[in-house]
């Protein structure tokens, strides 16, 4: 790999020391092919989920049934510029619902790690730093959370109510947050024992004070260079639930419900199903590339890897 | 003694979790709104007898008296009796009057233990071909830290986790089941059935394995002892294959443990899109039907070996390495 030889030609002890340790790792990351690959993969991806929907006049609900089942661009012997990607069983253009498919998926993804992060951190580096009753209380709770599966309780909830995208996020991000609270509780104890917070005590900072100013900025950012992972997670979460029909409601197209739709016509109309998978796959990856080189970096600057 | 220790500290433990777990799922049933009696009775039935029905079978009564009751059950053993589900099998459909409070209703036990050795089967399965598939990538990924082998880990890791598993099983079905016919997909009738689905499971878990094999092996073989086995004069395959292997073994233990509930999560949506008559699939059709008693036996029963795979986790973990602290 050419990454890596360019980290290790670069040393330059002074430059090094003075860059603190989280913009070594992004600097560390951003030197892996395969994290900018995904950096602009998901970037493009981005922006046209964001401005093509906005821009076109095509619609991604709307009917025409004498256009349906129209393949991609030069690949059926029905199809027109108009649909790139050809059309769905009801003359829907999947380029159209496919992206703002994306654009639901992202947002679930996104939002709901947000929440998961601050919830499940919050209450670990609680936990870890005030201990006793505080800690055992706390993960005996984590510990009962994590032994119900997610999709059980996304599906418990979301069967019996009405699922929009705000409950959506919600059951997602209730089940999400044990693993956060356990990696920060374990972080916080092992900060707890360090030199610096024992001389913060003895200066008389008090526990809030030493836990938000000094103790945080040093154990969560490399949980959130991992979060970055839990994103594809979560939204491989949402197309599950939407492949159940638990997810957001048609007719706002969203990847689960258009594949689950797709099943009937895979025979003869591969793409309808086929296309938004490639969509969602192409999104993960990127997410996931660049999650993981994130995760690398982090070991290889924490761990000497 | 002090494994003795261990066991019944964390079993004490484990009844609790269980315990918090089934008031969890019990109270959620109850609090998010969707009536069951309306699915019993039928969309024609009056409001009247909805709430007859309901009164009867106790749904009108405070949440922690039917919690107590439900908890006398479970002490004997009995999770009570499935709301739709009658002992000969057929599910009843709604308008279709079946009294719930008779006795001729499944109990929730039966279904549990008549499905849950085909999803240990199922489960198991997958675990296998994820081990098989991932050994190979992650150690030589682990033991080549720089070179195309860790690229190659770090892809296929890359790659798999962001298939979604519901996509990736219609494509497996619709080209190995439909046009090749070489395995078959839909339903159980034998342990064919099993292979597709676990593949598909197996292709989910993969990718941590691999992450945690290479991470985990590229720290050991850092390690001095290896150097100084190198000294002593072992060969490479001993040094690999009996002492960092060991040593790289303690965190993928520990990641199974906490993976798990993935595993479970997966293999649900997975027995539903194969049809296959597992847990999964029973909770799937259970929380369609507002079936409650069956939702919270299938919450307790998962919770239950969640806790038991932990404890054996740390068992393993401690064995493999004297020095975790259990």
């Known amino acids: 790999m050419t990454a890596t030889t360019v980290i290790a030609a670069e040393p330059e002890p002074r430059l090094a020391r003075i860059r603190s340790v989280n913009r070594r790792i992004l600097a560390a990351a951003w030197g892996m092919s395969s994290f900018k690959v995904g950096f602009f993969v998901f970037i493009a991806l981005l922006l046209a989920s964001a401005i093509y929907p906005e821009v076109s006049s095509v619609s ?19 199809w027109t510029w108009d649909h790139v990607l050809g059309t769905d ?29 601050i919830i499940g951190c919050g209450l670990g580096l609680f936990a870890g730093f005030k201990g006793k009753w505080w800690d055992t209380i706390i993960m005996r709770i984590t510990d009962a959370q994590l032994s119900i599966p997610m999709i059980i309780l996304a599906i418990t909830i979301l069967g019996v109510s009405r699922p929009t995208v705000p409950t959506i996020i919600i059951v997602l991000a209730l089940s999400g947050w044990p693993l956060y609270a356990r990696v920060a509780r374990s972080a916080a104890v092992a900060e707890r024992g360090k030199e610096y917070v024992r001389g913060l005590r003895v200066l008389g900072a008090g526990d809030w004070r030493i836990l938000l100013l000094f103790a945080a900025p040093n154990i969560l950012p490399p949980i959130a260079f991992v979060a970055v992972l839990d994103v594809a997670r979560m939204m491989i979460f949402e197309a599950i639930l939407g492949f159940l029909g638990l997810g957001i409601q048609p007719p706002t197209p969203s990847f689960g419900s258009i594949i689950a739709d797709s099943r009937k016509y895979l025979l003869n109309a591969w793409w309808i199903g086929t296309i938004p998978g490639i969509f969602l796959a ?3 990856t ?16 924490y761990g000497g890897l | 003694m002090l494994i003795l220790e261990f066991l019944v500290k964390r079993i004490a433990q484990g009844l609790l979790i269980v315990f918090i777990t089934s008031l969890i799922i019990f109270t959620l049933l109850r609090v998010v709104p969707g009536d069951p009696v309306r699915l019993i009775v039928g969309g024609m039935a009056p409001p009247d007898v909805v709430e007859k029905v309901a009164t009867k079978m106790g749904l009108r009564d ?15 053993g009995d999770l009570g009796q499935s709301y739709l589900r009658p002992r000969s099998g057929m599910i009843a459909a709604g308008g279709q009057y079946v009294d719930p409070t008779k006795s001729d209703m499944a ?6 233990l008549e499905r849950l050795p085909f999803t240990l089967q199922l489960g198991g399965m997958a675990l296998l071909f994820a081990l098989l598939i991932s050994f190979p990538v992650g150690i030589a990924g682990g033991l080549h830290q720089h070179r195309w082998r860790n690229a190659l880990a770090f892809g296929m890791q890359s790659l798999f986790v962001s298939i979604p598993n519901f996509w990736l099983a219609i494509v497996l079905i619709l080209f190995l089941s439909i046009k ?3 395995l078959p997909a839909l339903g159980y009738q034998g342990f064919s059935y099993v292979i597709l689905p676990a593949l598909v499971l197996a292709v989910e878990i993969a990718p941590f394995i691999i992450r945690t094999l290479t991470t985990s092996l590229g720290e050991v073989m850092q390690a001095p002892f290896i150097d100084e086995a190198r000294v002593r004069g072992l060969s490479r395959r001993r040094i690999v294959y009996s002492h960092a292997l060991r040593n790289a073994a303690v965190p993928l233990v520990n990641l199974l443990g906490i993976q798990l509930s993935t595993l479970i999560g997966g293999v649900l949506v997975i027995e539903y899109i194969f049809d296959y008559p597992g847990l999964g699939n029973l909770t799937v059709v259970s929380v369609v039907g507002r079936d409650f008693p069956v939702i919270q036996g299938i919450a307790i029963t998962t919770s239950a070996v969640f806790v038991f795979i932990n404890i054996i986790v740390d068992l393993v973990a401690y064995l493999i390495d004297p020095r975790v602290e259990i």
Do not use: C, H, W
Not at chain 1, 287 to 300: D, P
């Open chain 1, 286 to 301: 990127s997410i996931n590339l660049m999650g993981s080189a994130l995760e690398k970096a982090r070991n290889r600057i």
């Open chain 2, 62 to 76: 405070p949440i922690i008296v039917q919690y107590g009751r439900y908890m006398r059950g479970l002490l004997q």
């Open chain 2, 180 to 182: 090749l016919k070489l």
């Open chain 1, 282 to 284: 192409v999104a993960l």
């Open chain 1, 89 to 117: 069983q009801l003359g829907r253009d999947i380029l159209m619902r496919s992206l703002i498919g994306l654009r639901y998926s992202l947002l679930v993804g996104i939002v709901t790690v947000l929440l998961i992060f």
């Open chain 1, 60 to 78: 991604a609900t709307k009917m025409v049934v004498k256009d349906k089942f129209l393949a991609p661009v030069y690949l059926g012997d029905k």
């Open chain 2, 107 to 112: 109990l929730v036990t039966d279904l549990i």
